[in-house]
């Protein structure tokens, strides 16, 4: 065989390695990715019923029922507790993602954005 052949068919082999190593990796962030998500649903979910029963609390108090104090503080520090876990999940998946997370809005930029493709603020 030809030398020149050989060496475009090795030279070929590689790329091709390359590339499913490369489509692995990214694979693999995929799915990390959708199981921080499915983590992220719960989690706000959670939120969501923390901050229902900060409401119902107001509701009571208004109505005359003052809530205990250990009540208030202790949904106080679940939904802190449940906000943090919440942003570190979202870092965790832009991270994951290659990019970054607007802070006015929320929506997710690429790495090298320098404004916000939904609100147009500077990130």
């Known amino acids: 065989m030809d030398e ?26 995929m799915v ?13 979910g959670e939120y969501s019923d923390i901050l229902r029963q900060l ?28 906000g943090e876990r919440i942003a570190e999940l979202k870092a965790r998946i832009a991270d994951l993602r290659q990019a970054q997370t607007c ?3 929320g929506a997710p930029c690429g790495r090298e954005d320098k404004f916000c493709r939904a609100c147009g603020r500077e990130l």
């Open 55 to 82: 409401g119902q609390v107001m509701v009571d108090t208004h109505r005359g029922c003052p809530p205990s104090g250990e009540r208030v503080t202790d949904l106080l520090g679940r939904a802190d507790e449940t």
């Open 32 to 44: 990390d990715v959708a199981k921080l998500n499915v983590q992220l649903f719960d989690l706000n």
């Open 103 to 105: 802070p006015a809005c």
């Open 4 to 29: 020149k052949v050989k060496e475009l068919l090795e030279r070929i082999r590689g790329t091709a390695g390359d590339t499913a190593r490369a489509a692995g990796k990214k694979a693999g962030q």
